[in-house]
C-alpha cells in the first residue's frame, strides 16, 4: 500500500513540475541554509578543539589576580615555580617572560618581540618548523645563545640570505639561529602568546628581568590528570591551601579556553539558526498552500474514494505520502548541494572560517523536512468534507478512472 502511495506520489509531482518545484524551493533554501551554517558551526568547534590540543600534557596558566576584600595583589615568583616543579603530578613549569628590542643581522634592523621558551615548548604545542631545529634541553639549562626565528622575521633579517647558522645581534649579544618556525595566528592563539618574532632560552629572558615575578607561568601536568584535578592541584600549591589565598591568582585550563571560546561561537551560530529556522517556516507555508490547492483540486478523487469504501487514514495517507515526498525531495536536494559545495569549498580554498559536514544534526534537517510536509497536509485533509460523487466526473470524466485508483481502492468491474 505504501508503495502504491509512493507511485502515486511521483505521479502527481510529476503532473504539475512548475507547482511542484515552486513548493519544494522554500523546503531547499531553509535546509541549505541550516546545513551551511550547521556547517560552519561544526568546522569551528574541530578548529577549536584542534586548536587548543598539545602533545602528551594538561596544560594550566597561572596570572596574577587581585582579592577586593584584602585589597591583596598575588605574586608568582621563583620560590612558586620551585614548589610547583617539586608537586607531585606535575611535568614542568615555564615561566613565560616577554622582552621587545631592537635586533641586527648584518646591515639590517628590525624592533621584535622576545618570548623565553623551553625545550618542550615547540613539540607540546604543535608549531611548524620550517628550517632547521629546536632547542636541545642542554641549551636551555646552560642558557646558550642561540634563538629561532618566525618566517616574518627571517624574511626582515635575511631577505637574500640562508638565516640558519647565521648571526643576530640582540643588545650586544650575539645568538646563533638555528631555525625557523611559522608563528602565525593560530599559534598565537593556541600559546596564548600573542604576536613572537624571536624565541631564545627562557633562562635568558629571566635574566634580563630584576624583578623576578612572573606576569605569567604555565604548568603542565600529566595527560592522565583530568584539567579540574589539575586545576585544583596548582591552586592548592600556590595559595598553600589557604581559602582565602585563591583569590590572589587566576588559573584556567586549555579546557577553559575551548569552553569559553565555544559558548560565543554558540552565540553567534543561535542567532543565525534563527534566521535559517525563519526561511524554512516560510518553506512549510509555501508546502501547506501547495497541499491545500491539491486537496481542494483532486475534490473529486476523495469523492470516489469515499463512495468506493476508501477510509479517511486512507484518503490522509495518500496525502500525507505526497507532502513528505515533496518536502523531503527539497531536503535531500538541499543536503547533496551543501555536502557538495563544502567539500569543494575546504578543497579548493584555504580560509578563515572552516566548514565541516555534521552527520547527526544533518540528519535531524532531514526528520524535520518529513515532519514538515505531515504537519503541511494535516488540516487540509481532515477538513475536507468531499461528498461522493458520480464515475464518469472522476478528472477526465472517463468511466473508467486511472490505473493508480483501480489499485489503491476496490473498483466493481
Given amino acids: 500500500m505504501f508503495l502504491d502511495n509512493l507511485k502515486v506520489s511521483f505521479l502527481m509531482v510529476r503532473s504539475k513540475p512548475v507547482r511542484s518545484i515552486l513548493s519544494l524551493l522554500g523546503i531547499y533554501i531553509g535546509v541549505l541554509a541550516l546545513v551551511l551554517i550547521l556547517g560552519i558551526r561544526e568546522g569551528l568547534s574541530r578548529q577549536m578543539r584542534d586548536l587548543y590540543r598539545t602533545q602528551g600534557a594538561n596544560v594550566v596558566f597561572v596570572h596574577p589576580g587581585f582579592d577586593e576584600v584584602s585589597k591583596r595583589i598575588g605574586r608568582v615568583g621563583p620560590e612558586d615555580i620551585l614548589r610547583l616543579q617539586e608537586t607531585r603530578g606535575v611535568l614542568s613549569v615555564l615561566p613565560r617572560l616577554n622582552a621587545e628590542m631592537d635586533v641586527r643581522a648584518g646591515g639590517l634592523s628590525a624592533h621584535a618581540k622576545l618570548l623565553g621558551i623551553d625545550a618542550e615548548f615547540i613539540p607540546l604545542y604543535r608549531i611548524q618548523v620550517i628550517r632547521g631545529r629546536i632547542f636541545l634541553p642542554e641549551e636551555v639549562q646552560k642558557k646558550q645563545p642561540v634563538c629561532l626565528l618566525s618566517a616574518d622575521m627571517a624574511r626582515k633579517l635575511f631577505p637574500l640570505a640562508e638565516p640558519v647558522g647565521s648571526s643576530v645581534d640582540m643588545q650586544g649579544t650575539a645568538f646563533q639561529v638555528i631555525g625557523v618556525v611559522e608563528w602565525d595566528a593560530q599559534a598565537a592563539q593556541r600559546t596564548s602568546a600573542g604576536e613572537v618574532d624571536i624565541l631564545v632560552p627562557q633562562p635568558w629572558t629571566a635574566s634580563q628581568d630584576s624583578n623576578n615575578v612572573y606576569p605569567m607561568v604555565e604548568v603542565r601536568v600529566q595527560s592522565q590528570v583530568t584539567p579540574e584535578e589539575a586545576l585544583r592541584l596548582v591552586t592548592e600549591v600556590l595559595s598553600h591551601g589557604v581559602k582565602s589565598r585563591e583569590k590572589l591568582y587566576f588559573v584556567r585550563s586549555m579546557e577553559q579556553f575551548v ?114 510536509g505531515k504537519k503541511a497536509i494535516l488540516r487540509p485533509v481532515m477538513t475536507s468534507h468531499a461528498a461522493p460523487i458520480r464515475t464518469r466526473d472522476f478528472m477526465t470524466g472517463s468511466p473508467h478512472p486511472p490505473r493508480f485508483v483501480r489499485r489503491l481502492c476496490p473498483w466493481p468491474d
Avoid at 260 to 266: A, E, G, L, V
Avoid at 322 to 332: A, K, P, Q, T
Avoid at 359 to 368: I, S
Fill in 259 to 372: 569552553e569559553k571560546m565555544k559558548k560565543s561561537t554558540d552565540q553567534m551560530m543561535l542567532g543565525l539558526l534563527g534566521i535559517a529556522a525563519i526561511s524554512l517556516f516560510v518553506g512549510a507555508i509555501g508546502v501547506a498552500n501547495v497541499m491545500v490547492t491539491s486537496v481542494t483540486e483532486r475534490t473529486r478523487e476523495v469523492g470516489i474514494r469515499k463512495a468506493l469504501g476508501a477510509r479517511r487514514t486512507d484518503i490522509l495517507m495518500q496525502f500525507l505520502v505526497e507532502s513528505s515526498v515533496l518536502s523531503i525531495s527539497g531536503g535531500i536536494l538541499a543536503v547533496t548541494t551543501g555536502a557538495a559545495g563544502i567539500s569543494i569549498y575546504t578543497a579548493l580554498f584555504d580560509s578563515s572560517i572552516p566548514m565541516a559536514l555534521p552527520v547527526m544534526p544533518v540528519a535531524g534537517c532531514l526528520l524535520l523536512t518529513v515532519l514538515i
